[in-house]
């Protein structure tokens, strides 16, 4: 079936824009998680959804970071007054309901602030 | 704080040497640890995932240990191709919380013919 989508794949903003990120998880996972890949440094936790569960944000760097899933499925991750330190990969992925399965992880989106 | 690390950052290697990449954890009540691939541009492909209470686990060229009480891991890749040139991520999940991973920074292989 088809893996974990993410759009757009690349986004180029100016400095202070606001910018929405979109994970389309495999279908039926229940978890979904954001990461943040920045150039130099590795894949930084940011965000994770479980169901109805409340969402665990203790990873998000500033209060300019928000996300949402909707109907337990699509996310957005919005990112306000961009700065040029966001400027990084933000990778998604999906797991199934079994606490063994494994991450399945989207392309991600490169953002770009200039 | 769990802290994972990668060494080497990077390796080059001529086709068919086998090789052995390690990664090491600084906390080792962990739930499981996993070995990922990144190509270029795209995402993370799980290679092998080891639960805490396994030693090991391979599939096919690849052989991927568990040392829990030492907080070390190694991927073995026998035989090295041209197609295994990608960067390599560890990455830990820690037991009781939400299945976050840690993930180390990576080792960048290339395979040369």
């Known amino acids: 079936g088809a893996g974990v989508s993410q759009s757009p794949s690349n986004k180029v903003t100016e400095k202070g824009k606001d910018v929405e990120l979109r994970c389309d998880p495999i279908?039926?996972?229940?978890?979904l998680y954001w990461y943040r890949q920045s150039l130099g440094q590795g894949l930084e936790f940011l965000i994770y959804f479980q169901g109805n569960s409340a969402p665990d944000k203790s990873g998000l760097p500033s209060d300019r970071f928000s996300a949402e899933r909707t109907g337990g499925s699509v996310s957005t991750l919005t990112i306000q007054r961009t700065q040029q330190e966001d400027s990084a990969v933000y990778l998604c992925a999906s797991k199934g309901m079994a606490t063994e399965d494994t991450q399945y992880f989207g392309p991600g989106t490169r953002l770009t602030v200039l | 704080k769990q802290e994972v690390t990668q060494i080497p950052a990077a390796l080059s290697v001529p086709e068919g040497e086998n090789l052995v990449l390690n990664c090491s954890f600084t906390d080792s009540a962990i739930y499981n640890l996993q070995w990922f691939r990144q190509d270029p541009g795209k995402g993370l492909t799980s290679l092998l995932l080891i639960q805490s209470s396994q030693r090991e686990q391979t599939s096919g060229r690849l052989n991927a240990s568990l040392d829990k009480s030492s907080g070390r891991s190694t991927l073995y890749i026998a035989a090295s191709q041209p197609g295994d040139s990608a960067t390599y991520l560890c990455?830990?999940?820690?037991?009781?919380?939400?299945?976050?991973?840690?993930f180390g920074t990576g080792t960048r292989l290339q395979v040369t013919l």
């Open positions: 279908s039926g996972h229940t978890a």
């Open positions: 990455a830990v999940r820690h037991t009781g919380t939400a299945s976050k991973l840690t």
